[in-house]
């Protein structure tokens, strides 16, 4: 019997741990806990995402709240050793970059259990992201790397990982955008929101760079006013992004905007829903980069860099900073001069976690029901056929296998 705990902990680790969760319960003789660490615990954040993606009850929930980056991440490792010690796995798998995912992980690799982490060996060459700190010490000490895209291998390669240690599986968190598009798609948002397909702006705002600089977030606040007066701007805000609106003023701002909607954070099927009909998205998000890449929903990037540059080569992503020209000046383009959509990047098939799990497992990718059917769900989803794209040919996927590290 072989005996795996997987970690979660953080809003985007949700969607990213609920296929590897689905394909694990597929294999025989596989022993799966769910460890969350309460990282996320309001609600909004954490509970509406395990309903939405159908995860089972976490085994365990850490509860470590929150913290600064020293209290949070020593709070996590201080609470999973017992947790490891007790059950004594074969594996720990890792998601994503947050605080939890870099905590555990090095708890694991002290105990010697061996560590998998899954979207090793993005980059953004910029260490004054938590986020990316938490990637690079992370990968030097897992034994199996699961990587989303090319530029990934590459540069675990240039920071000296064994090449027999990456595999280049694709995109776990395309596999659940895929399975549930049909379902978000019955979501009412829009018109509880009163507003129309393609004729509104989505943003989202969380990174401290943008949201804890007063300077920062009213550069982008002075874009979105305007954006506003334009189409209808819908905001769902992150608590971290509330409290600073607050504090500085902000928020008083907003509300006058008649054109501004302000709401709470979304569960997975409304935001999504809300995220593909969208005019247009800006997001200073890693994975929302990633998920309009798939939509093929412009997306401008509140940030100087990026972690994830197939999104750009690939996509419908570009970068603009924080300043309110950049911003704008973007935002003008991708309207005037609607992106191109191209093909999904190699191995965004909806099918990584059963690739990760067979490498883990030693055994035989095993589809679910709902992704043998995912092309037909898929196609009634979106009679635009955009979804077209997702569904790369047989041919295409063993290449890049074969060019990259095959599972
Ligand atoms: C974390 C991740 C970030 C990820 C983001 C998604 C790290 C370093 N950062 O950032 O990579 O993109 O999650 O949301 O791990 N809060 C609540 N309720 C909650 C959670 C947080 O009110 O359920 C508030 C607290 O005031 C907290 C603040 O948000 O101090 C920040 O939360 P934290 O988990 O530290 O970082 P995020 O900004 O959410």
């Given at each position: 019997?072989l005996?795996?705990?997987?970690?979660?902990?953080?809003?985007?680790n949700?969607?990213?741990?609920a296929?590897?969760?689905g394909a694990?319960?597929r294999?025989?003789?596989?022993r799966?806990?769910?460890?969350?660490?309460?990282q996320?615990?309001d609600?909004?954040m954490?509970?509406?995402?395990?309903g939405?993606l159908g995860?089972?009850?976490?085994?365990l929930?850490l509860?470590v709240?929150?913290?600064?980056?020293?209290?949070q991440?020593?709070?996590?490792?201080?609470r999973f050793?017992?947790?490891?010690?007790?059950?004594?796995?074969?594996?720990?798998?890792?998601?994503?970059?947050?605080?939890?995912?870099?905590a555990?992980a090095?708890?694991?690799?002290k105990?010697?259990?061996?560590?998998?982490?899954?979207?090793?060996?993005?980059?953004?060459?910029?260490r004054?992201?938590?986020?990316e700190?938490?990637r690079?010490?992370?990968d030097a000490?897992?034994d199996?790397?699961?990587?989303t895209?090319?530029?990934?291998?590459e540069?675990?390669l240039?920071?000296g990982?064994?090449?027999?240690k990456?595999h280049f599986?694709?995109n776990?968190m395309?596999?659940?955008?895929?399975?549930?598009?049909a379902?978000?798609?019955l979501?009412?948002?829009l018109s509880?929101?009163?507003?129309r397909?393609?004729?509104?702006?989505?943003?989202?705002?969380?990174?401290?760079?943008?949201?804890?600089?007063?300077?920062?977030?009213?550069?982008i606040?002075?874009?979105?006013?305007t954006i506003?007066r334009?189409?209808?701007?819908?905001?769902p805000?992150?608590?971290?992004?509330?409290?600073?609106?607050?504090?500085?003023?902000?928020?008083?701002?907003?509300?006058?905007?008649?054109?501004?909607?302000?709401?709470e954070?979304?569960g997975?099927l409304?935001?999504?829903?809300?995220?593909?009909?969208?005019?247009v998205?800006?997001?200073?998000?890693g994975?929302?980069?990633?998920?309009?890449?798939?939509?093929?929903v412009p997306?401008?990037?509140?940030?100087?860099?990026t972690?994830r540059p197939?999104?750009?080569?690939?996509?419908?992503?570009?970068?603009?900073?924080s300043?309110?020209e950049a911003?704008?000046?973007?935002?003008?383009?991708?309207?005037s001069?609607?992106?191109?959509?191209?093909?999904?990047?190699?191995?965004?098939?909806?099918?990584?976690?059963e690739r990760i799990v067979?490498?883990?497992t030693?055994?035989?990718?095993?589809?679910?029901?709902?992704?043998?059917?995912s092309?037909?769900?898929?196609s009634?989803?979106?009679p635009?056929?955009i979804?077209g794209?997702?569904e790369p040919?047989?041919?295409?996927?063993c290449?890049?296998?074969q060019?990259?590290q095959?599972?």
């Open positions: 019997m005996n795996i705990i997987c970690v979660c902990g953080a809003r985007p949700f969607m990213k741990i296929p590897i969760v694990l319960d294999v025989p003789d596989v799966t806990r769910l460890i969350h660490t309460g996320h615990y609600d909004r954490s509970r509406l995402f395990f939405d995860i089972p009850q976490p085994d929930n509860g709240g929150s913290g600064s980056q020293a209290v991440t020593a709070e996590v490792m201080t050793e017992p947790v490891c010690l007790q059950h004594a796995p074969d594996w720990v798998v890792v998601v994503g970059d947050v605080n939890s995912t870099l555990c090095l708890t694991a690799s105990l010697g259990i061996r560590l998998a982490h899954v979207e090793a060996g993005l980059r953004s060459f910029d004054t992201m938590p986020e700190v938490n690079v010490l992370t000490i897992s199996r790397l699961f990587v895209e090319p530029s990934g291998v540069n675990l240039r920071e990982i064994a090449e027999e990456i599986v694709g776990v395309i596999d659940t955008l895929m399975s549930t598009r379902r978000a798609d979501s009412d948002v509880i929101l009163s507003v397909k393609k004729s509104y702006a989505l943003v989202t705002l969380h990174r401290p760079s943008n949201v804890d600089s007063k300077k920062a977030f009213s550069s606040v002075d874009a979105l006013e506003s334009d189409m209808p701007v819908i905001f805000v992150h608590p971290r992004s509330k409290k600073n609106l607050n504090v500085m003023g902000l928020g008083a701002r907003i509300e006058r905007m008649p054109q501004f909607c302000l709401i954070p979304l997975y409304d935001f999504l829903k809300l995220m593909a009909d969208a005019a998205v800006l997001t200073d998000s994975g929302i980069q990633e998920e309009t890449t798939i939509l093929g997306c401008l990037t509140l940030r100087k860099n972690e197939i999104t750009i080569t690939h996509g419908t992503n570009r970068l603009t900073g300043s309110t911003i704008l000046s973007a935002y003008r383009d991708v309207r001069h609607p992106p191109c959509v191209s093909a999904a990047p190699d191995l965004w098939d909806g099918r990584a976690a067979a490498c883990l030693g055994t035989e990718p095993v589809a679910s029901q709902q992704q043998q059917g092309s037909i769900m898929l009634l989803a979106d635009s056929g979804d794209r997702i040919g047989p041919e295409r996927a290449q890049s296998r060019k990259h095959p599972v």
